[in-house]
Every structure is written in C-alpha cells, then in structure tokens.
C-alpha cells in the first residue's frame, strides 16, 4: 500500500478510535507452507517479536516457508481485525482457532446489536477464574500486610514512646539498617 494512502487512513482510524490501541499501522499475515498450503492468518504491530512468539510456542512452525509470507499493512487495528476475520473466513487457514467457530468459520458477521467485529472477548475457564480470584485475594491482602506492617513498624520505631533501636529491628527483620529507615520514611541518622 502507498505510504501515503497508509497514512491518510491512519490518521482516520485515529479520528475514529475508541480508546483502543487503534491509532498505529497494523500489519496481516499469512504463512504459508512450502507446499503453499495457508497455515496462519493473524495480525500485530511488531511482525519481528510475533513470529518469534510464534516460532517458541507453535508446533506448526517449523513448516512455515518464510519465502512464502505474506504481509500486508494496515492503517489501524480495526481495519485490520476486520481484515483478518474475512481472510479467515475465506481462506480457512490451517491452525487458526480464536477467532473461529465451532464449525471452524471465522465470526465475522456484525451481532443483532450492531456491535463491531472483532475479536471474541477472552472468558476465562472455571479454573482460570478460581486462579484469578485467589491471586486478587492475596495481592490485596498483601496490600493489607505492607500497611499494617508500616503502621506498627512506626509505633514500634517512635522515639517519643519506648522505642525499639532500630538496629534491634533491621537485625530481627534480617535487612540492614537503611531498609527499615526507607520503612519508616525517614533518613538514616
């Protein structure tokens, strides 16, 4: 595409952006085995840090014929993901399976709402969600620890009470002296 064109359309892809990372040029790709049989449709910004992503993680990279990739560039994610889901659509890659259907067809028709295409909204499994809720749980009580840790640290650590050297603490804690200063928010005497 002439780079010109490219960012005419960019720039309206901007204008028309939802808040989504929309804005920058995105490229759609087909790989191709040396057969020419089409084994992967997708789409991304950085096509040098996805197929390395590609190469660590799939199995069927190993029969991708780099001769035989195609990239094309965008002027937006958007047109991009509607792009790609046609392909998908209509090309009916090999390995493509997020944004198909159980009879292996991209979605790709707008729904009842008149909602966007696009890509389907990641549901976690029951698992992945139990997961999720339990590393939540414990970053807030993390949260709550840090908090009540500083706050008895503090009162342990006043010198207008009976305090506790902080040399005492820093050894007991098994940090130095200057951590439990930081701790404390004050500078080390």
């Known amino acids: 595409m002439d780079p010109r064109v490219l960012a005419d359309r960019s720039r309206a892809c901007q204008a ?5 990372v929309t804005r920058r040029p995105t490229a759609l790709y087909r790989l191709h085995s ?3 049989v089409l084994l992967y449709i997708g789409i991304t ?3 040098r840090r996805r197929f390395s992503n590609h190469a660590r ?3 069927w990279w190993v029969d ?3 001769a035989r990739t195609r990239v094309e560039w965008l002027p937006c994610r958007d047109e991009a993901e509607t792009a790609e889901l046609q392909a998908i ?3 009916k890659p090999l390995h493509n399976v997020i944004t198909s259907d159980e009879n292996g067809c991209a979605r790709f028709l707008p729904s009842a709402t008149g909602a966007r ?3 389907p909204k990641w549901q976690p499994s029951r698992s992945q969600a139990l997961a999720v809720d339990v590393v939540v749980e414990m970053y807030q009580l993390k949260k709550q620890l840090e908090a009540d840790y500083k706050a008895l640290l503090a009162e342990v650590a006043d010198p207008n009470r009976d ?3 902080i040399k005492h603490l820093a050894e007991r804690l098994g940090v130095e002296r200057k951590t439990v200063y930081r701790h404390l928010g004050q500078s080390m005497k």
């Open 16 to 20: 028309e952006g939802q808040g989504r």
């Open 34 to 36: 040396g057969a020419g």
């Open 45 to 47: 910004n950085d096509v």
């Open 57 to 59: 993680r799939k199995a």
């Open 64 to 66: 991708v014929d780099p």
């Open 89 to 91: 659509r209509d090309e």
């Open 117 to 119: 295409w696009g890509r």
């Open 163 to 165: 305090d506790v050297p």
